[in-house]
């Protein structure tokens, strides 16, 4: 596609359920990352994908949160039993493997748990 | 995690003034700084890159970088209201991958 693709634009859910947040990145982009952005904080990074594999999870707030990426496109960023500070925008970026730096960002997912 | 340190402002400045703004880092490692533009509601994206101390220029943009004072910034000549957006400073992290972003500086350009 010509840009990064994140749905949904926005999610509202109930504290406790599951969510699940998709990013379709920039075609030929083997570089993934998923970012989060909450009120007045700056973004924090959360897991980087390497084609499929994600080699630095080191980000991810906790185990509820999960991430797997397919086919070396569409990833998927899973929040299971939400609680209210996941609260946040999600971002999804993608660059090319060989210039990381160089990242080119999603609208983003706005997130509400109620 | 590394800080990254921007004034929130907001930074106000007058139409066709320049705006400067201003980050200190943490990392002594960081070797590649970039600047995001993110507009309200909107996604950042990148507007300048610096690896080497000293100035680079963009058009109108100016990024400045003094590795042994661990300070970056970005100079806006000829502001203009389109300008207005918040301003994040994005270090390179260790890992070569993910930037350590800074909360951002906002910026209001009046006409």
Known sequence: GAGVSQSPSNKVTEKGK???????????????YWYRQSLGQGLEFLIYFQGNSA??????PSDRFSAERTGGSVSTLTIQRTQQEDSAVY??????????????FGAGTRLSVL | QKEVEQNSGPLSVPEGAIASLNCTYSDRGSQSFFWYRQYSGK????????YSNGDKEDGRF????????QYVSLLIRDSQPSDSATYLCAPES??????????????LVTP
């Open chain 2, 94 to 107: 260790n890992s070569g991958y993910a930037l350590n972003f800074g909360k951002g500086t906002s910026l």
């Open chain 2, 43 to 50: 996604s950042p994206e990148l507007i300048m890159f610096i």
């Open chain 1, 18 to 32: 599951d969510v699940e947040l998709r990013c379709d990145p920039i075609s030929g982009h083997t570089a993934l």
């Open chain 1, 55 to 60: 080699p630095d999870k080191s980000g991810l």
């Open chain 1, 91 to 104: 971002l999804c970026a993608s660059s090319l493997e060989a210039v990381k730096n160089i990242q080119y």
């Open chain 2, 62 to 69: 100016t990024a400045q970088l003094n590795k042994a004072s």
